[in-house]
Nanobody, 128 residues
């Protein structure tokens, strides 16, 4: 069983930055593919980015087109923590952000139903 706890959300003006963190429980964090999703009011949960489990050459990442070049996902396996660095934030980035995990040795799943574990979410609000 993996437990995920997000933090770092808040209120920021357009053009600003935030860094989200997701602390994971369990000794095998490096073997999990991890992802960030977001959900705005009245909208479906949307894929933001994913990072693969740690392989022999490191981890691979994949981003939604809407955040590519602005957001960076990373992981610190020694700290069991996933990060999402968000730069050049826009009002349309306003949403509750969730981290998710699945035991998978390779790949960067992009559909919510491919993930088994979820955090409780953290609110990000970007004002214009």
């Amino acid at each position: 069983q993996v437990q995920l706890v997000e933090s770092g959300g808040g209120f920021v003006q357009a053009g600003g930055s935030l860094r989200l963190s997701c602390a994971a429980s369990g000794p095998t964090f490096s073997r999990y593919a991890m992802a960030w999703f977001r959900q705005a009011p009245g909208k479906e949960r949307e894929f933001v980015g994913a990072i693969s489990a740690m392989g022999w050459s490191g981890s691979s990442t994949y981003y939604a087109d809407s955040v590519k070049g602005r957001f960076t996902i990373s992981r610190d396996n020694a700290k069991n923590t996933l990060y999402l660095q968000m730069n050049s934030l826009k009002p349309e980035d306003t949403a509750v952000y969730y981290c998710a995990a699945v035991a998978m040795t390779w790949g960067t799943p992009r559909a919510p139903d491919e993930y088994d574990y979820w955090g409780q979410g953290t609110q990000v609000t970007v004002s214009s």
